[in-house]
């Protein structure tokens, strides 16, 4: 790849503050609701900065390796585990599309309803699909690049309208706004460090193509965590004002009319690109045959599918669903590759059984603390605890190879 289709620290921190600003943000922010403000806006704050770290370190060893992202964790857990964890990827991308299909459809069909007395989900969900499939069809190369940061840019704009109308006057309601103690600490700081975690098995499918280290990593982190805590915040802030954290509601008591369906058209197109592409690029590494453009427009059809009969009942459940695959699968990663040093592609390793009983003992216990709703959630416990463990069993791992 020549210089000029690199991407630079500036093409690298508009491309995730925009996949950030989103209407999934604003909609996980708002569950934090009942923490009250400040409550929730330290879980915020915290769990971006952890979330956020697991990203800039996914991201580094994406430009060191040139490997796609869940291409990377064959350099550990051999090619079943990295056949396993595309597979498991490319499920969470297909839902996220969905999702965020879904999600603006129905904020869209109230807005439009409130200002044209005309509102139709089906149509929106064929709208914002149709727009995220032409947005994939261009990108991500040449002049999308610039295409991206102005739509970025008026996003960010359109952004700033909607904090003005939320916060000035309304500070001090947010600030007194009581918790109710319907959600526990610990859960709050899992729903927000849960969303950067969700991009960790992308990153590094953008950051293999960075001028440098300081693109991949601070570019990339400094967007993201900016751009999602802000969308947090957002969503916390509308949901206390709107007596709810269903997202129609949310953005009908911003009050920002078209802004808002500006907001909605333009977020959406932004995030929901990264995630199909991404699930083009794990297509892709499960058979090579199946060129990345082609296999993420496709992607974007099957979203746009689910979208027409999906729901949005369960969307906590799919956020914590993550958590509990890659917090302890990305950990491990991290010690095999920043203190066991392992940096290169093994083709004779089928499996490392170590590393794959790490993970699931990990897994395991992420869905057992969370029953117990402490303070300090899932996370936290299982990086220490699937850390400490692979780090030992790692010197010295159980491995599948073939036989030469």
């Known amino acids: 790849m020549n210089q000029q289709t690199l991407l630079s620290t500036r093409h690298l921190f508009t491309l995730w503050f925009g996949a950030a600003i989103s209407i999934t943000e604003i909609l996980a922010g708002g569950i934090l609701a009942p923490l009250g403000f400040m409550r929730g806006l330290?879980?915020?704050?915290?769990?971006?900065?952890?979330?956020?770290?697991?990203?800039?370190?996914?991201?580094?060893?994406?430009?060191?390796?040139?490997?796609?992202?869940?291409?990377?964790?064959?350099?550990?857990?051999g090619s079943i585990g990295s056949r396993l964890f595309s597979f498991l990827n490319i499920l969470q991308l297909i839902g996220w599309t969905a999702i965020m299909i879904l999600s603006a459809a129905?904020?869209?069909?109230?807005?439009?309803?409130?200002?044209?007395?005309?509102?139709?989900?089906?149509?929106?969900?064929?709208?914002?699909?149709?727009?995220?499939?032409l947005w994939i069809w261009l990108g991500p190369k040449g002049s999308w690049k610039s295409l991206n940061m102005g739509a970025v840019g008026l996003l960010a704009i359109l952004t700033l309208s909607l904090s003005w109308t939320l916060f000035y006057g309304q500070g001090q309601i947010l600030l007194n706004a009581p918790a109710t103690n319907s959600l526990p600490f610990g859960l709050g700081l899992e729903l927000s460090l849960v969303m950067p975690l969700s991009w960790v098995p992308l990153i590094a499918d953008y950051t293999r193509f960075a001028k440098n280290k300081s693109s991949a990593t601070f570019g990339s982190g400094l967007g993201y965590f900016l751009g999602s805590s802000w969308m947090y915040v957002i969503g916390l802030g509308l949901a206390i004002i709107a007596g709810s954290s269903d997202l129609p509601a949310m953005m009908l008591a911003a009050k920002l009319g078209l802004s808002a369906l500006g907001i909605l058209l333009l977020s959406t197109v932004t995030t929901t690109f990264l995630d199909a592409y991404s699930a083009g690029v794990c297509l892709s590494h499960l058979?090579?045959?199946?060129?990345?453009?082609?296999?993420?427009?496709?992607?974007?059809?099957?979203?746009?599918?689910?979208?027409?009969?999906a729901n949005m009942d369960q969307y906590e459940n799919f956020l914590l669903i993550i958590g509990s695959v890659f917090v302890p699968l990305f950990t491990i990663l991290f010690v095999d590759y920043f203190i066991h040093k392992k940096r290169e592609t093994d083709n004779t390793l089928i499996l490392n059984v170590s590393a794959f009983a790490t993970w699931f003992v990990g897994l395991s216990l992420y869905h057992y603390l969370l029953s117990l709703n402490w303070d300090w959630g899932s996370t936290l416990p299982i990086i220490l605890i699937t850390g400490i463990l692979y780090y030992f069993l790692g010197k010295s791992p159980f491995l599948w190879r073939k036989s030469i």
């Open 42 to 77: 330290f879980a915020i704050i915290l769990g971006h900065l952890i979330g956020t770290s697991f990203l800039i370190l996914a991201g580094r060893i994406g430009f060191e390796s040139k490997l796609p992202a869940i291409a990377s964790t064959g350099l550990t857990f």
């Open 106 to 133: 129905q904020s869209l069909e109230v807005l439009s309803q409130s200002l044209w007395k005309f509102g139709d989900q089906t149509l929106w969900v064929w709208v914002v699909g149709s727009l995220v499939f």
């Open 287 to 309: 058979w090579p045959k199946m060129p990345e453009k082609s296999s993420a427009l496709g992607v974007t059809v099957i979203g746009i599918l689910l979208a027409l009969w």
